[in-house]
T-cell receptor
Framework: EPEVTQTPSHQVTQMGQEVILRCVPI?????FYWYRQILGQKVEFLVS????????KSEIFDDQFSVERPDGSNFTLKIRSTKLEDSAMYFC????????????FGSGTRLTVV | AQTVTQSQPEMSVQEAETVTLSCTYD???????LFWYKQPPSRQMILVIR??????QNATENRFSVNFQKAAKSFSLKISDSQLGDAAMYFC????????????????FGQGTILTVHP
């Protein structure tokens, strides 16, 4: 069964450093998403991406965040200057179309900011 | 904006018994989709079951079924013949079906319910 692949599985970074989280969505999917889950809390939407541009973003997705699909297969989330409160699990997801399809989620990247 | 509420932070069930997890949501839309996701300790998000709001028939997937009450905006998950592998956090989620709507495409999650299965 096709999978969404995320790397790395765990990343530790110093506060103020830039991090790039990487995702390879399922190849024939058209919609891509990033979600965040702070430990023990609910999953929160960050951003959706379609046709090489952001289609929607949440209030969490401020100027410190950016997304990119640099080569037609990877989908990246960059955090420019990490804060302690950015420590969370970050999930990439993709969907073939909107509609009744649930997304396929990746296994997540655990980001720890120290 | 849509909201999803799971009022049971924790539930427990004996192996082989049945358990029901509750979810309510608030929306002004008439066309949408609802989902239950399972998150085991590995933290992978696994789709359990989905329901289209325009369908009156409740969705079922093997031991998992839903009770969808559109007027009451309620979407509960029933797990029959519970197994130890069902132990996980369960999230209810909402997705608009409205093309171009502000929430089009994104999932709005509830707070989650931790399910413990006792042998």
């Amino acid at each position: 069964e096709p999978e969404v692949t995320q790397t790395p599985s765990h990343q530790v970074t110093q506060m103020g450093q830039e991090v790039i989280l990487r995702c390879v969505p399922i190849s024939n999917h058209l919609y891509f998403y990033w979600y965040r889950q702070i430990l023990g809390q609910k999953v929160e939407f960050l951003v959706s991406f379609y046709n090489n541009e952001i289609s929607e973003k949440s209030e969490i997705f401020d100027d410190q965040f950016s997304v990119e699909r640099p080569d037609g297969s990877n989908f990246t989330l960059k955090i420019r200057s990490t804060k302690l409160e950015d420590s969370a699990m970050y999930f990439c997801a993709s969907s073939p179309l909107s509609g009744n399809y649930g997304y396929t989620f990746g296994s997540g990247t655990r980001l720890t900011v120290v | 904006a849509q909201t999803v509420t799971q009022s049971q932070p924790e539930m427990s069930v004996q192996e082989a018994e049945t358990v029901t997890l509750s979810c309510t949501y608030d929306t002004s839309e008439s066309d949408y989709y609802l989902f239950w996701y399972k998150q085991p300790p590995s933290r992978q998000m696994i789709l359990v079951i989905r329901q289209e709001a325009y369908k009156q028939q409740n969705a079922t997937e093997n031991r998992f079924s839903v009770n969808f009450q559109k007027a009451a905006k309620s979407f509960s998950l029933k797990i029959s013949d519970s197994q130890l592998g069902d132990a996980a956090m369960y999230f209810c989620a909402y997705r608009s079906a409205k093309a171009g709507g502000t929430s089009y495409g994104k999932l709005t999650f509830g707070q989650g319910t931790i399910l413990t299965v006792h042998p």
